[in-house]
């Protein structure tokens, strides 16, 4: 079992950057396929950006390209989202999740282990 801790959530203004952190509760952490979803209020969760276990490949949400950065410390069982140029539709709850296989996968069935959520709220 992985457990997974968010925090780093916040209200900004649209223009602005925040940094999401996700603690691990297992070394196994490092070499799993891991993520980032969000949820607005109404909507589905959706698929953000995730990385494999080795940190050779990511992908993002195509509107999110150029804005955000996943990255991940392995010594510290950590994984990140540096979110820049927020707009107001980035607004949602951002999930951590990760799988139990080194792949990144861009769709929320292929994780096993997710995170309680953080609060992003972007203000015009």
């Known amino acids: 079992q992985v457990q997974l801790v968010e925090s780093g959530g916040g209200l900004v203004q649209a223009g602005g950057s925040l940094r999401l952190s996700c603690a691990a509760s297992?070394?196994?952490?490092?070499?799993?396929?891991k993520g980032w979803f969000r949820q607005a209020p109404g909507k589905e969760r959706e698929f953000v950006a995730t990385i494999n276990g080795v940190g050779s490949t990511t992908y993002y949400k195509e509107s999110v390209k150029g804005r955000f950065t996943i990255s991940r410390d392995n010594a510290k069982n950590m994984l990140y989202l540096q979110m820049n140029s927020l707009k107001l539709e980035d607004a949602a709850v951002y999930y951590c999740a990760a799988r139990t296989t080194p792949a990144a996968k861009v769709t929320t069935k292929e994780y096993q282990y997710w995170g309680q959520g953080t609060q992003v709220t972007v203000s015009s």
């Open positions: 297992s070394r196994t952490f490092s070499t799993l396929g």
